[in-house]
């Protein structure tokens, strides 16, 4: 900031009052013309043609249309029209309709809370008129003909004329903005303005399922449609494609000490969208709630790609005495009495529905919590934990099993009591405490936020997409499968995306890992010596006698035993033992053959000096480990557990790296419709 001296300020005005072209007469205070006040304050409401077709949609749904159709030109600079079924106006209001504050829907002020239309200002149509050409043809169910007038300012122009028409209004909005030169530069493109237009008219066709909705622009085909007595599902699925359906959740709250009513859809972590969709509607409008927008924004954002949003939609309904709706009509962000509480329950009601919904309880138990009892029932538990032969299961037999048989018994006994995860109401209970716990415990560790990061920067949405969509068709041998996508089919190198996605997992799990306990802890040494015996350790003779070596393995892996168990559940005792390795993806088993080894390297190859170097290469050489998928199993077992633990993963989980699009993990085989062609030929 600079400060004048006091010489410098008296020079400054004697300047202005001796040279300058200003007196130090005080204006004259006029009262504006009213065509400029109004102009003035239509530009308020009105700022582009989606304003006032909003105004206009809802002018027509307070008149129960059940169907709507809106014609567009030129993004509705040109044109914007709009044809209901609804009441109609009479022909005596046709005088005053146009004018400021006139309205048929509220009549004293106390009317206000209870009001349920959505207009009561009687400004819209007001507005519209100062800034554009309007014409409105109407006939109520009463009157024998249909009535026809135009306006300008705010006043009829010309004659009330009959005419032919149905019953319901139509209102013709033409040349917007023509006499407000300034705002129509202002405005951005015509395609741009349709944009916006599009996106009103999907809001409310959405929120009014019993209305139909036709969009078009002039002279083409409709752009959207949905037909009167639909459903808000069926409607959700016509504006953002079929595939959303299987991704939406049903979301329902009611609190009555709020006086809160909540209903909508959000989707699962198998949808995103670059757009992102949050349609709010408080009390039947469309608002905006940046605190409840970045709460349940929160919610997903670990779990879908950079970038992208899911698709939520929410109606509340509050007591009208708790909502100021007297807003102004261009102010959509809203605020709202008890609002830190109702966006809490209603954050808690979106975590709740994708923690219960199928594939994504199974998602956000492990994501989530770490303390929490997976969802396991009890008849998948008692298989588990009883059956020997699933103990066989996971022993390899044809790699040094003769010396690891006896210390594999692997019992998968999860962080939580058991006792409690046999107990259906003990789940829910305990997932919705821990996760909130859990939700504040996630890591801090910059290292591992800049891991992320860089995970989420090289995510090719392209391949994102492919994988979110994918079908899974079959094994083709030990390190590809087959996947279909849309009408492609892919040959996806197993082996390569199983071990990105225990990395990440890995990452995005870090200190939440499920334990898979041992059920008699493995001896360190022992592993040590077999993974130096193990060709692929590259020992030779130079390197030591082995025992010291692996003494050194030992003691290494001891010294960072605390670090491996807060992190990754790799739980090694005082006098060496290991006593779990981490659940990285649901139902699946990594290849115990290679556990030697995996110590060996652990110990070997980790960067244990350098925070973020040290979790890098300790997630990588885990993966590793567990994408060693086909070795040590049957045919039958890598097969299921392709199909049924991995692809699931892949397709709720994977953030492709750019690079899989080149090097071969993912390609493309062939796309049936040229398939056909070809049998055509053929
Ligand atoms: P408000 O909706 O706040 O009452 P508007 O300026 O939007 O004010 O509309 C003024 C009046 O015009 C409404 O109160 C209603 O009586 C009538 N009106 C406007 N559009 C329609 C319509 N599509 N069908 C029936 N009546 C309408
Ligand atoms: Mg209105």
Redesign the pocket.
């Known amino acids: 900031m600079i400060l004048l001296n006091d010489n410098c300020k008296h020079s400054f005005d004697s300047q202005v009052l001796t040279n300058g072209p200003y007196t130090m007469e005080p204006g004259k205070i006029r009262k504006l013309d009213e065509v400029v006040v109004n102009r003035i304050a239509a530009g308020e409401i009105i700022q582009r043609p989606a304003n006032a077709l909003k105004?206009?949609l809802?002018?027509?749904l307070?008149?129960k249309a059940t169907s709507i159709q809106v014609v567009v030109k030129s993004g509705g600079l040109k044109l914007l029209q709009i044809q209901?079924n609804?009441?109609?106006?009479r022909r005596d209001?046709l005088e005053i309709?146009c004018e400021r504050f006139?309205?048929?829907?509220l009549q004293s002020f106390e009317d206000l809370s209870s009001i349920d239309t959505?207009?009561?200002?009687?400004?819209?149509?007001?507005s519209i008129s100062h800034v554009a050409q309007l014409a409105i043809t109407?006939k109520t169910r009463g009157e024998k003909c249909a009535y026809k007038a135009a306006y300008e300012d705010g006043r009829l122009k010309g004659a009330v004329k009959p005419c032919a028409g149905n019953q319901g209004?139509q209102?013709t909005v033409e040349d917007l903005f023509y006499n407000v030169p300034m705002r129509k530069q202002a405005l951005k493109a015509p395609n741009e303005e349709y944009q916006k237009i599009l996106d009103v008219v999907c809001k409310y066709a959405i929120h009014n399922p019993q209305t139909g909705f036709i969009l078009k622009k002039f002279g083409e085909n409709a752009s959207i449609r949905t037909q009167p007595k639909s459903t808000i599902e069926s409607n959700i699925s016509l504006v953002y494609g079929p595939s959303i359906a299987k991704s939406l959740l049903k979301i329902a709250v009611h609190d009555e000490v709020l006086q809160l009513e909540v209903d909508g859809f959000v989707t699962n972590v198998n949808f995103s969208t670059k757009k992102g969709a949050f349609l709010l509607f408080i009390n039947h409008r469309a608002v905006q709630s940046s605190n409840l927008k970045k709460a349940i924004d929160q919610i997903y954002s670990p779990y879908l790609p950079k970038g992208m949003s899911p698709f939520v939609y929410l109606s509340i309904n509050l007591n009208p005495n708790n909502v100021d709706v007297n807003v102004h009509p261009t102010k959509h962000e809203v605020h709202f009495l008890h609002e830190e509480e109702i966006v809490e329950k209603i954050r808690d009601s979106v975590e709740h529905a994708l923690l219960g919904g199928n594939e994504s309880r199974t998602f956000y138990t492990q994501a989530l919590l770490p303390g929490a009892s997976e969802p396991v029932d009890s008849a998948k538990l008692n298989e588990t934990v009883g059956d020997k032969t699933l103990v066989y299961k996971f022993v390899r037999t044809d790699h040094n099993d003769q010396k690891l048989e006896k210390f594999f018994g692997l019992n998968i006994s999860r962080n939580a009591s058991i006792t409690e995860s046999l107990n259906e109401s003990g789940i829910e209970k305990h997932s919705v405490r821990s996760k909130k716990q859990e939700l504040k415990q996630d890591t801090k560790l910059t290292s591992v936020l800049k891991l992320r990061k860089a995970v989420e920067d090289d995510c090719d949405c392209d391949l994102r997409n492919i994988f979110s969509e994918l079908t899974f068709v079959g094994v083709v041998d030990r390190t590809n499968s087959l996947i279909q996508y849309d009408t492609k089919m892919f040959l996806i190198s197993t082996k390569m995306l199983a071990e990105e996605l225990c990395y990440q997992m890995l990452l995005y799990e870090f200190g939440n890992l499920t334990r898979m306990s041992f059920t008699s802890p493995l001896p360190l040494m022992e592993l040590a010596l077999l993974g130096l015996q193990d060709p692929e350790s590259g020992w030779t003779e130079e390197d030591g006698p082995m025992h010291e070596l692996a003494d050194r393995v030992v003691e290494i892996l001891s010294s960072k035993a605390p670090m491996m168990k807060e992190y990754f559940s790799i739980c090694i005792s005082e006098d060496g033992m290991l006593e779990s390795i981490p659940v990285i993806i649901n139902d699946y088993i990594p290849s115990m053959a290679y556990l030697p080894l995996y110590m060996l390297r652990l110990a070997t190859e980790v960067e244990w000096d350098e925070e973020q170097e040290c979790f890098r290469t300790f997630c990588r050489e885990t993966a590793m480990f567990y994408a060693k998928i086909a070795l040590g199993k049957s045919e039958q077992e890598y097969k299921w557990e392709i199909e049924h633990a991995i692809c699931p993963a892949l397709k709720q989980k994977l953030l492709p790296p750019k690079l899989f699009a080149r090097n071969g993990s993912v390609l493309q085989m062939a796309n049936l419709p040229d398939l056909y062609r070809v049998f055509e030929r053929c």
């Open positions: 105004e206009m809802e002018n027509s307070d008149a209901d609804g009441t109609g106006i209001d309709v006139t309205t048929s829907k959505y207009g009561f200002r009687g400004e819209a149509l007001a109407t209004t209102i």
